[in-house]
């Protein structure tokens, strides 16, 4: 019989793993956590936050570098973080690169009454790309607005457009549920009372509707509303693992202040390890070719007990 859940019984998430694996990730340094990479999961540091997120950004300009008629090309990008997206249009704008046959995949979308939230809306993921990135892009550089992919409620048109051109990384951070993008884990109900969904059933869904995990509500009011909930709704479309596992590369980034430092210790030991667990999300990861992890090294903290 699995842990029941600490802080949402009516959930899976991280606190229902054995005891043994949380304290085996608590204990990890940051050479321990250097070690972890293998074929497969890279692990790279950055001393800097300037450094950190120009490296994210430079993501953008590689993949959009690459595209061609014949071939095009994008990226998959995250809101959170969000520092990278000014940068992303200062550096097309200053190499004068034309997005003519690039492409954009937003990872995710609120969800209100069943449809997917309008630009007007104040936390808005679209919102957010267009008034910190595109918006900013000289016009007769800017990407065709039908180059540009956000999640709907009705997602149809969505997950045809990853069969219109290469997505060669898909960029992500971590929430403190340990999700990429908002693959939250499930409700314990029906089917997964006494066990969460296996990888393989969970690597099956697609862009689809999801209801959050508490953890989630929280920490999005917390890193984006100055702890407002009551200004979070409860549901987002998000990017499924179908459309990850057409991403040529999946590159998370850690800037210390989404996650907690155990978070980014537990996951990184359970793709390191191959321990993928659908109470964990991210951990689905390891069955993915071609995982890499970003750290801000200041941001690695320790999990010693230190009282406040």
Same mark, same amino acid.
């Given at each position: 019989?699995?842990?029941?859940?600490?802080?949402?019984?009516?959930?899976?998430?991280?606190?229902?793993?054995?005891?043994?694996?949380?304290?085996?990730?608590?204990?990890?340094?940051?050479?321990?956590?250097?070690?972890?990479?293998?074929?497969?999961?890279?692990?790279?540091?950055?001393?800097?936050?300037?450094?950190?997120?120009?490296?994210?950004?430079?993501?953008?300009?590689?993949?959009?570098?690459?595209?061609? /008629?014949?071939?095009?090309? *994008?990226?998959?990008?995250?809101?959170?973080?969000?520092?990278? &997206?000014?940068?992303? %249009? @200062?550096?097309?704008?200053?190499?004068?690169?034309?997005?003519?046959?690039?492409?954009?995949?937003?990872?995710?979308?609120?969800?209100?009454?069943?449809?997917?939230?309008?630009?007007?809306?104040?936390?808005?993921?679209?919102?957010?790309?267009?008034?910190?990135?595109?918006?900013?892009?000289?016009?007769?550089?800017?990407?065709?607005?039908?180059?540009?992919?956000?999640?709907?409620?009705?997602?149809?048109?969505?997950?045809?457009?990853?069969?219109?051109?290469?997505?060669?990384?898909?960029?992500?951070?971590?929430?403190?549920?340990?999700?990429?993008?908002?693959?939250?884990?499930?409700?314990?109900?029906?089917?997964?009372?006494?066990?969460?969904?296996?990888?393989? /059933?969970?690597?099956?869904? *697609?862009?689809?509707?999801?209801?959050?995990?508490?953890?989630? &509500?929280?920490?999005? %009011? @917390?890193?984006?509303?100055?702890?407002?909930?009551?200004?979070?709704?409860?549901?987002?479309?998000?990017?499924?693992?179908?459309?990850?596992w057409k991403a040529e590369k999946v590159s998370i980034w850690h800037p210390g202040h989404h996650d907690n430092p155990f978070g980014m210790r537990l996951t990184t030991l359970m793709i390191s390890k191959r321990i993928p667990d659908a109470s964990v999300p991210m951990s689905l990861l390891a069955?993915?070719?071609?995982?890499?992890?970003?750290?801000?090294?200041?941001?690695?903290?320790?999990?010693?007990?230190?009282?406040?």
């Open positions: 019989m699995r842990n029941i859940s600490k802080v949402a019984p009516a959930w899976w998430d991280y606190t229902t793993l054995d005891k043994a694996l949380l304290d085996e990730a608590a204990a990890l340094t940051e050479k321990d956590l250097r070690g972890l990479a293998r074929d497969g999961f890279a692990v790279e540091m950055y001393d800097t936050l300037e450094e950190f997120y120009l490296a994210e950004a430079l993501e953008y300009v590689a993949a959009w570098r690459q595209a061609t /008629e014949s071939e095009p090309s *994008g990226i998959c990008g995250p809101i959170g973080p969000t520092e990278q &997206l000014p940068l992303v %249009a @200062r550096i097309v704008n200053a190499i004068g690169l034309s997005l003519r046959h690039a492409h954009f995949w937003g990872m995710d979308e609120w969800v209100v009454d069943g449809r997917e939230v309008s630009r007007d809306f104040s936390l808005g993921f679209a919102r957010a790309d267009m008034e910190l990135c595109f918006d900013r892009i000289r016009p007769e550089l800017a990407m065709p607005a039908e180059n540009l992919h956000f999640p709907a409620a009705d997602a149809a048109e969505y997950v045809r457009s990853w069969d219109a051109a290469r997505c060669v990384v898909m960029q992500g951070g971590q929430g403190e549920v340990k999700h990429w993008a908002f693959n939250d884990p499930p409700k314990r109900e029906g089917a997964y009372c006494d066990a969460p969904p296996s990888p393989e /059933e969970y690597r099956k869904l *697609g862009t689809r509707v999801v209801d959050l995990h508490p953890i989630t &509500l929280m920490q999005n %009011a @917390r890193t984006s509303g100055g702890g407002t909930v009551q200004n979070v709704p409860s549901a987002a479309v998000t990017v499924g693992p179908v459309e990850t069955d993915h070719p071609n995982v890499q992890f970003n750290f801000y090294r200041p941001g690695l903290g320790t999990c010693e007990v230190e009282m406040h």
